[in-house]
């Protein structure tokens, strides 16, 4: 018996190039402002038009400022990106959800979120976090520029097709646990390689009682453990997400959608080329302390006591010891945000700590909504006015200080703790320094102005 995800895979395989590679059909792609112009260009200079504009979404995300976004971009080269995509948009006929849109926000917050991403789906996007989309049922990866091009001319791309993984995760997450913190200890026993060439399958007790946003926060991190892609099977929660979403089927359209979706799941009988198992009860709440997202321990443990160059280099950058405990390191940023934890869950969980409490006064706190449905939804639930009163100010959706490509950049030096994805010297800033964590352990410094166990404030 087939996968899931050799059912997904051979049923958009156009053609198998003998000794080569295999030609994919493509049902979704996303285009934001960093690697798309050279496609563009591509299509240009060959006189090319995209082959099904319909099937093309573009949304700038990683330049856009956090702050009057009604007033022209500040930095030149993140201006003339947004503007560029806004224009290439316009010129080849593809629907683009521009700043101060109400449908704009992070690329792979709005897809799922306005259901344009589907179980089923192979979805493509200049981007490597586009495993996120993978949460839905669907084959999602991150491709690179000339591939962009590739699939803006044909609808299809040219992709060795990966092995197959499942790592399931048995028994039941202890309180105050999440989706981040599952991802960030997988991590550290997989390392940031240890899924290389792999797609990933998510299963197991745990995986089946995520939220959509659990989910969509562990199929973003997959990346991380080198994998090229990760993905939960569709099932009851994955339906009652979609129900009535703006581009979901509908009517009878969606009855035969959902009859369709739930045979979307791999066989008793299915062979994966690898197998990991892993228990609940071994997770805690999680930070990194190195200088790559697999560098992780639980909370409450320390630092290892040795390791290699890379290990020691890693801890000079960081400025931590071999065998120190990091719980009560003062903290000087806060970032909740990013397409890891950007969703309306993450904005719950930060403000069920912070509530009656109040923001350390040396902590600088960015809380970055991803897209604006999720900044609706916050005012909507009266979140601002618990985070207001807690001394906390709500930015405006974009990609943020998950990466230094705008405004929200963590001076040299800075700690951050940090619900984004990636940890690497200089990734929120030259200089800066990243604790990767969950909204709930974020929101535990951000009022105690140290890393804190956030069990201790539930």
């Not at 001319?153 to 048995?170: D, E, F, V, Y």
């Amino acid at each position: 018996m087939n996968t899931l995800f050799d059912k997904i895979w051979d049923k958009h395989v156009v053609q198998i190039v003998d000794d080569g590679p295999t030609q994919l059909y493509i049902d979704r792609l996303y285009c934001h402002e960093v690697t798309s112009p050279q496609a563009f260009d591509g299509l240009r200079k060959r006189g090319l038009k995209c082959f099904r504009p319909k099937q093309i979404y573009c949304m700038p995300d990683h330049n856009t400022p956090t702050h009057d976004q009604d007033k022209p971009i500040e930095d030149s080269v993140s201006r003339k990106q947004v503007d560029t995509l806004e224009r290439n948009a316009r010129e080849f006929g593809l629907t683009h959800y521009g700043m101060l849109s109400p449908d704009n926000g992070i690329i792979h917050v709005v897809g799922p979120e306005k259901g344009l991403s589907l179980p089923g789906m192979t979805i493509v996007c200049g981007d490597s976090h586009t495993s996120t989309h993978g949460a839905m049922g669907a084959v999602a990866f991150g491709i690179g520029t000339s591939e962009v091009e590739m699939v803006m001319a044909s609808q299809c791309i040219l992709q060795q097709k990966p092995r197959s993984m499942r790592i399931t995760i048995n028994g039941t997450l202890q309180r105050g646990v999440t989706a981040k913190d599952v991802a960030l200890y997988l991590m550290s026993q997989l390392t940031t390689s240890g899924a290389t060439g792999y797609f990933v399958e998510y299963s197991g007790e745990v995986v089946r009682s995520l939220s959509m946003e659990g989910r969509l926060t562990l199929c973003n991190l997959s990346i991380e453990m080198g994998a090229r892609g990760g993905f939960v099977a569709p099932d009851e929660v994955t339906f009652a997400y979609l129900k009535d979403k703006e581009y979901a089927p509908k009517g009878e359209a969606w009855e035969q959608a959902v009859a369709y979706w739930r045979t979307l799941k791999s066989g008793d009988d299915a062979v994966f080329d690898k197998e990991l198992v892993f228990n609940a009860e071994d997770i805690e709440p999680r930070i990194t302390y190195g200088t790559n997202p697999g560098m992780g321990i639980g909370i409450s443990e320390a630092i290892p006591a040795e390791g290699d160059a890379n290990f020691l280099k890693a801890l000079n950058y960081m400025k931590f010891e071999p065998g120190e405990r990091l719980l009560g390191k003062t903290v000087d940023y806060v970032f909740l945000g990013a397409c890891t934890n950007g969703r309306i869950e993450d904005f719950r969980a930060f403000a069920s700590i912070v509530k009656g409490r109040r923001k350390a006064d040396h902590v600088v706190s960015w809380l970055v909504p991803g897209s604006w449905a999720v900044d609706r939804q916050i005012r909507q639930e009266g979140l601002d006015r618990v985070l207001s009163e807690a001394g906390f100010e709500i930015r405006q959706p974009g990609c943020s200080a998950c990466l230094a490509m705008n405004d929200d950049k963590v001076p040299a030096g800075k700690l951050c703790l940090s619900t984004s994805n990636r940890n690497f010297e200089g990734r929120q800033g030259p200089g800066a320094r990243t604790v990767l964590c969950s909204p709930l352990t974020a929101a535990a410094a951000a009022v105690t102005g140290v890393i804190t166990d956030p069990r201790t404030l539930l």
